[in-house]
Structure formats: structure tokens, C-alpha cells
């Protein structure tokens, strides 16, 4: 059997600081360890004891991942429908977590980090549902094991799973069966935290883990989202967050890199786009264009991008007259990486760029990579699309993202940028101001509970710890900073 020892390593050989373990799937997964020379230095490097902690979870995931006997155990045990010997998972028997990832790829990214890091908190074995196209897209993060549920797993369709279903965290909370054991008795308990949960839902942010959900050996959940300020707001993580991550504003970045590989066809994507339209400039300047009012072009919105990139002076201005001819020599060129589902606003963007010069004699391309027109979500090239333009965003120098969107998340926690994030607009007006530098690199988070663990009642949630904020998008978002 292989060996997966850490070993001290820096960024140069191309570990993330021991994020990643040498010699794992390097010829089926090039982008596990070519990834480096594309950004520049790590943003943010990892703890010490985030890599102890990540090596942790991949021996639990090998130990108990789907072809082990105990998985096999584990699986009969869900397929009886009762723990009829009354044991429970405290017995040292393995416990799973099965994340169901849905909405569009930022949406399942977002999701799929925020599991991994409560499935480390709470010392669960992470499980994905592959849904059509994420193992397309993302090669296996842990070596020796698979993270995707096994297509044998008992419980089906598991995408129709709500906070309605009688095992849910939902109902056993309000009707008070929490409190009792009958939780080890439930095959499983389901989470739901889609963006628009309930009270009731959101009381699982509170969920001390002592107790009652401890005792279910297998947990499911669904959501949308980035939900890990949340957790930092729950005090029964709060010293092993510290320890992890000292510092806040990495937490989705320093998973992201160590969690989401593109496969060889999508590494391929990225990769040829950068080298042949981003490489060779001075400078990369990525621009997410998301537009939640319809796919139909908006001049609104076009103001919106020209008027952010002029005031924070991140494109040239262009001159009205042809200038006289200027000396040969070097100019500073700048890439412009735009991404969105209308070629609009990049049309608009590039034909200004060519019909006038600019003030500074900057030399300033413009490209975008696909224009899709219309969200298609599951559907695998598509995805696969999506998936390239939010890498290749974040390997830009800066980003402008469109406030609200997952993507734009995506596109700058990945690349270790704070955004200039572009307001989302109203009654389909330039807002004004027209963008804002974000506080952090972190994605929001958009359904936050609005409950203090420690005082049980209600309270602003934006303020009850320094580093978790609302957000600039979204004014009853969370984030951290
Ligand atoms: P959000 O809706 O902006 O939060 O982002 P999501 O990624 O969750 O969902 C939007 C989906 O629409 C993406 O996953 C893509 O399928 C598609 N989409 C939106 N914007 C773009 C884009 O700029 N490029 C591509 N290729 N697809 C996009």
C-alpha cells in the first residue's frame, strides 16, 4: 500500500505550502500539482494544524470511505431502518456526512467546501452526491479513497430531500424529539439548509454536537451555499476554528485550493485559454459579468462595469482623438478576462478598446471564453465551461465580480483576491455607487442564521464576533474578514 506521509513543503514544489501530499494521481490529475506556476505566491498559507488536520481526515476518509467493511456496516445499518442493537455511533463505528450539492456549480462549490470543513470539525466521513457533472469536473481530493457516494448507496433521489421529510433536523427540533435519543434510532437526519431555510433549520448552526446529533451516525444535508460563518459564530467550534485558521480571511481560498482539482479536460481549458490570451500580458484584470434580470443585454449594467472600472481606476480612460503616433518602446499591456452568459457587455468592452486609443498608451485585450447565453446547469461541457472561467478568473491580478453571485464567489475566493464587488441593481438602474472594494476574499453567505448560540434569543448576527461581518453585496449576509 502507498505511503501518504506529509512532508514538509513550500509553495515552489507546487504543495501549497503542505496543503497537498506528494505523489498522488499525478498523471490522471495534472492539476493537482501544476497549478503553482499559474498564480503568484500563496495568498494565504495554511496553519500547521490545518495540515495535521487535513492528513487526519484523509486517513478517517480512507478508514471509512465506500469499499471498507466499515462503510459496508455502516450502509447496513441505514438499509434496517433502525439501530435495532441501540448501539450508537459513539462507539467508535464510523460517521458520514452525505452532502447534496444543488443549484449551479458556484452554488455546489460553495456547498461542497463548507461540508468538508464542518465534516473536519465534527471527525465525519465526507460523501458526495455526483449529482450529473461534478466528477467530471473535479478530480478525488483524497488519495486511496473516493469522496463520491457509491451508486449502491440505499437511499435514492436524494436531490428531493426538504426540511419536510419526518427525519429532518427540522421537524425532530420542533417537535421537540431532539432532546430525546431517538435520533440514534433514526436511520439518519437530514439537514436542510438551503438558502431559504427555517428558524428551525438554522438552529443546526447552534447544535453543540454534545448531544444529539452526535449520536446519528449518518447525517444528510442539502444546500447552496457558503455556511461556514456560520460556524464560527457557534461556540462549541470556536477554539479549534481559531487554531485552524488564525487568520479568517482565508478559510475559503486555503480549502478551495486544497479541495477542488480540475480534471485533466478542464485543466486543459484553463489552461490553453491562459496561455494563449492571459500569460504574455503585464497585467490580468478579470471582470464577472452576472445579471439576475434576464439574459437580454442591459445598458445599465454596461454603465455599471465602465463606471466601476473607471472610478477605481482598473481600465484605462480612452481619448476622443487619435493621438500622434507614439515612440516605439515597450507599453504596458493589460488582458481583460471577461466572463458572463450575454457577449454583450465583452463586445461593448473590446470594440472601445479598438476604436480608441487610450489616455496612458496602455495596450488593453479584451477576451471571453464562452458565451453560454443561458444557464444550463448539470448539463456536463457547460458546467465544464463555468467551471474554467471561474479558475481562469482567479487567476487574475484583480477581479470585479457582480454582487449576489456565487460565480463571482468562486472567481476571487479561489484566486485569493478581494473583489471589487458591483452592486446588484434595482429597478433595473446603474447603482451608485457602482462598486465597492470588498472587506475580504470570502464569499457571503446568504440564508445566516439570526440567532446567538450563547444568549438563545435573537440578535444581529453581524455583530456578535469581530470577524464575521455583513456583507457588501447583500446587507444581511454574513462573511468573514
Ligand atoms: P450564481 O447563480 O451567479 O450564484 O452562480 P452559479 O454558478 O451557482 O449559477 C450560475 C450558472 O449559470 C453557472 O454555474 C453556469 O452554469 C451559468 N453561468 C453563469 N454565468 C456564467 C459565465 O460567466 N460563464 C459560464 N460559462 N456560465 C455561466
Redesign the pocket.
Known amino acids: 500500500a502507498k505511503s501518504y506521509e506529509h512532508r514538509e513543503s513550500s509553495n515552489q514544489d507546487g504543495l501549497l505550502g503542505g496543503l497537498l501530499l506528494p505523489g498522488f494521481d499525478e498523471q490522471s490529475c495534472t492539476s493537482r500539482y501544476q497549478s503553482a506556476p499559474y498564480r503568484k505566491n500563496m495568498t494565504r498559507s495554511p496553519s500547521a494544524h490545518l495540515v495535521k488536520r487535513l492528513r487526519e481526515q484523509e486517513a478517517l476518509q480512507r478508514r471509512c470511505g465506500p469499499g471498507t467493511e466499515a462503510y459496508r456496516r455502516a450502509v447496513e445499518r441505514l438499509n434496517t431502518l433502525r439501530n435495532v442493537t441501540g448501539t450508537t455511533a459513539d462507539d467508535g463505528t464510523c460517521k458520514y456526512l452525505v452532502l447534496v450539492p444543488y ?5 455546489r462549490i460553495l456547498a461542497m467546501a463548507s461540508a468538508f470543513l464542518y465534516a473536519m470539525l465534527t471527525d465525519r466521513v465526507l460523501l458526495i452526491d455526483r449529482g450529473t457533472s461534478i466528477p467530471d469536473l473535479f478530480c478525488e481530493p483524497f488519495p486511496g479513497t473516493s469522496w463520491f457516494l457509491a451508486p449502491d448507496f440505499p437511499l435514492r433521489e436524494l436531490e428531493n430531500l426538504t426540511g419536510e421529510v419526518p427525519e429532518s433536523y427540522r421537524n425532530l427540533v420542533r417537535d421537540g424529539r431532539a432532546a430525546s435519543a431517538v435520533s440514534s434510532e433514526l436511520p439518519y437526519v437530514f439537514v436542510d439548509l438551503d438558502h431559504a431555510c427555517t428558524y428551525h433549520d438554522k438552529l443546526f448552526y447552534c447544535d453543540d454536537h454534545r448531544e444529539f446529533l452526535h449520536r446519528a451516525p449518518w447525517l444528510l444535508m442539502r444546500t447552496d451555499g457558503y455556511f461556514v460563518p456560520a460556524l464560527f459564530l457557534n461556540p462549541a467550534y470556536q477554539e479549534e476554528l481559531g487554531m485552524l485558521f488564525p487568520r479568517k480571511d482565508a478559510v475559503f481560498y486555503l480549502l478551495a485550493r486544497y479541495l477542488f482539482h480540475p480534471t485533466n479536460e478542464a485543466w486543459g481549458l484553463i489552461t490553453r485559454f491562459y496561455d494563449s490570451y492571459l500569460k504574455n500580458s503585464d497585467e490580468r484584470l478579470g471582470i ?1 459579468v ?1 445579471v439576475f434580470d434576464g439574459d437580454t443585454p442591459f445598458k445599465h449594467v454596461l454603465d455599471q462595469i465602465l463606471a466601476c472600472t473607471s472610478q477605481e481606476h482598473l481600465l484605462p480612460e480612452v481619448v476622443a482623438q487619435e493621438p500622434p503616433l507614439r515612440p516605439a518602446g515597450a507599453r504596458s499591456t493589460k488582458a481583460v478576462l471577461m ?3 450575454s457577449s454583450w457587455y465583452f463586445e461593448n468592452i473590446r470594440g472601445r478598446y479598438w476604436q480608441s486609443a487610450t489616455a496612458s498608451g496602455e495596450v488593453v485585450s479584451v477576451h471571453q471564453p ?1 458565451h ?1 447565453e443561458h ?3 448539470g448539463e456536463a461541457t ?2 465544464m ?2 467551471l474554467a ?1 471561474m479558475y481562469l478568473l482567479s487567476l487574475t491580478d484583480a477581479i470585479v465580480t457582480s454582487g449576489w ?3 463571482g464567489y468562486v472567481g476571487h475566493g479561489l484566486g485569493g483576491l478581494t473583489p471589487w464587488i458591483m452592486f446588484r441593481p434595482e429597478n433595473l438602474t446603474t447603482p451608485d455607487p457602482p462598486c465597492r472594494r470588498a472587506a475580504s476574499m470570502e464569499p457571503c453567505l446568504h440564508g445566516p442564521p439570526f440567532y446567538d448560540c450563547r444568549a438563545r434569543r435573537g440578535a444581529d448576527t453581524g455583530k456578535l464576533v469581530p470577524h464575521v461581518q455583513h456583507c457588501e453585496d447583500m446587507s444581511w449576509g454574513l462573511k468573514l474578514v
Not at 103 to 107: A, D, K
Open positions: 443549484r449551479g456549480l458556484g452554488n464577472q452576472r466572463t458572463g452568459l464562452s453560454e444557464q444550463l446547469t457547460h458546467d465551461k463555468a472561467e453571485s456565487t460565480f
